[in-house]
């Protein structure tokens, strides 16, 4: 007489119940992606070289301190309290109705950071990338009214075409960037594959909008 399986035993079908290891290291490689090449790390990381392209000093050195700080840092802080207390869905925003607010405040944040660039002198090239951040986040902002674009995918293509098409050499390896990110938004299921490839769309627009610039 065959067994009957005990409480909480599920019965014997032949198959694993667990995910298989190769999913379950492809959800986390999609996770770690997804935060190592993150907006405010792509972000921070374009600046910091935008100010410190010609030359490492105290002068340089502070303006990538404040475009970093009034631009990411500052407004990172404010949503992850936010997410901690639950008046935001998680540090990333997922939910797109709670977007618009967040997209204003790291405008105007970054426009403070501007002002306070200009007075210190800053180099010409932080105030291009500043430009060109500004512009993604507010095409973002109108598009996000109504549809839930990628803003990770967005932001990894227009810092790694800038930085491509700025620096070039080895910088030509940053195109592979949005390919990643976008492949573990999808996997992550926080986004369908018509968003990652507007965000990256969007990204690449911006970026060869506000290049020349950069010459």
């Known amino acids: 007489m065959p067994r009957t399986p005990g409480p909480g035993i599920p019965p014997a079908t ?75 869905s998680g540090h990333y925003v997922p939910e797109r109705t709670e977007r618009t607010p967040v997209y204003i405040g790291t405008l105007v944040s970054g426009g403070v950071g501007m002002v306070l660039l200009v007075v210190l002198h800053s180099p010409g090239a932080l105030y291009v990338v500043m430009g060109g951040i500004a512009t993604g986040l507010v095409v973002v902002l109108v598009v996000n009214l109504w549809w839930k674009i990628s803003a990770h995918a967005a932001v990894a293509a227009s810092v790694s075409v800038t930085l491509a098409g700025w620096l070039g ?47």
């Open 169 to 215: 050499g080895p910088w030509w390896a940053m195109l592979a960037v949005p390919v990643v990110v976008a492949w573990s938004r999808v996997r992550m299921r926080v986004h369908t594959r018509a968003q990652v490839i507007g965000g990256v769309a969007l990204g690449v627009v911006v970026a060869l909008a506000w290049l020349p610039m950069l010459h």
């Open 14 to 88: 032949g198959r694993s119940t667990s995910p298989s290891a190769s999913t379950t290291a492809a959800d986390r490689l999609a996770r770690v992606a997804s935060e190592v090449l993150a907006p405010p790390v792509l972000a921070s990381l374009l600046m910091a070289i935008a100010a410190l392209a010609h030359g490492v000093t105290a002068r340089t050195l502070l303006a990538a301190v404040v475009a970093v700080g009034f631009t990411i840092a500052l407004p990172m802080t404010v949503i992850v309290v936010l997410a901690r207390r639950g008046r935001l």
